[in-house]
């Protein structure tokens, strides 16, 4: 079983909807992660915070918006999305921050549809 | 330029084969590490292995093993005896120490499917 969990498995929103995707881990880890994977496709980085604070936006549509409210809780807020933005988004931890060879351990996603 | 190149799109084997997926990385680094990860059709992507460009030596685990080899810039990974429970798609990544925060950049994915 994922030590990281995310809630809701299944999403389908309209274009008008806010929702919002959850990610929680307990290991510890001070680095969090959201990757965008489209189908057949591997996974694109979209935030990465470190100690709580964000460190990378990879030039994300301001439609998604990231919080991290506490070191094991990760969420990315939807607003006015497009059909386009359909997609697994997975949620991930490192117990080092990004770049000094810590693996990633990933959530089962969360799959959003956008009407 | 592409940094993980995995040129292997989709390889399909009967049972008890072996099989190797192939990963082609470029970097100007000298220090980076890389992973391999599987994937199933359960979405979660599962961390197989990490190796840091300082540690050639090759790994076995039970009946998966990786070949690193720096001079060809390769991490291939193989499976021996495959299990219909090893259909997956498998990702090759890798990850910079220059860039400081630089998070995996993965490779574009072998869908490998496993034939009873």
């Known amino acids: 079983d994922t030590e990281v969990t995310q809630t809701p498995k299944h999403l389908v929103m309209g274009m008008t909807n806010k929702k919002s995707l959850k990610c929680e881990q307990h290991m510890g880890h001070r680095a969090m992660y959201w990757y965008k994977q489209k189908a057949k496709k591997p996974p694109e980085l979209m935030f990465v915070?470190?100690?709580?604070?964000?460190?990378i936006n990879e030039s994300v549509p301001s439609r998604f918006s990231p919080e991290c409210p506490n070191s094991s809780l990760l969420n990315l807020h939807l607003h006015a999305l497009q059909p386009e933005d359909s997609a697994l988004y997975l949620c991930?931890?490192?117990?080092?921050?990004?770049?000094?060879?810590?693996?990633?351990?990933f959530g089962e996603g969360s799959r959003l549809t956008v009407l | 330029a592409q940094k993980v190149t995995q040129a292997q799109t989709e390889i399909s084997v009967v049972e008890k084969e072996d099989v190797t997926l192939d990963c082609v990385y470029e970097t100007r680094d000298t220090t980076y590490y890389l992973f391999w990860y599987k994937q199933p059709p359960s979405g979660e992507l599962v961390f197989l292995i990490r190796r840091n460009s300082f540690d050639e030596q090759n790994e076995i685990s039970g009946r998966y093993s990786w070949n690193f080899q720096k001079s060809t810039s390769s991490f291939n990974f193989t499976i021996t005896a495959s299990q219909v429970v090893d259909s997956a798609v498998y990702f090759c990544?890798?990850?910079?120490?220059?860039?400081?925060?630089?998070?995996?950049?993965f490779g574009k994915g072998t869908r490998l499917s496993v034939i009873a």
């Open positions: 991930a931890s490192s117990q080092e921050v990004a770049g000094r060879g810590g693996e990633l351990f």
């Open positions: 915070y470190s100690y709580e604070k964000l460190s």
């Open positions: 990544a890798l990850s910079e120490s220059h860039r400081g925060n630089t998070p995996l950049v």
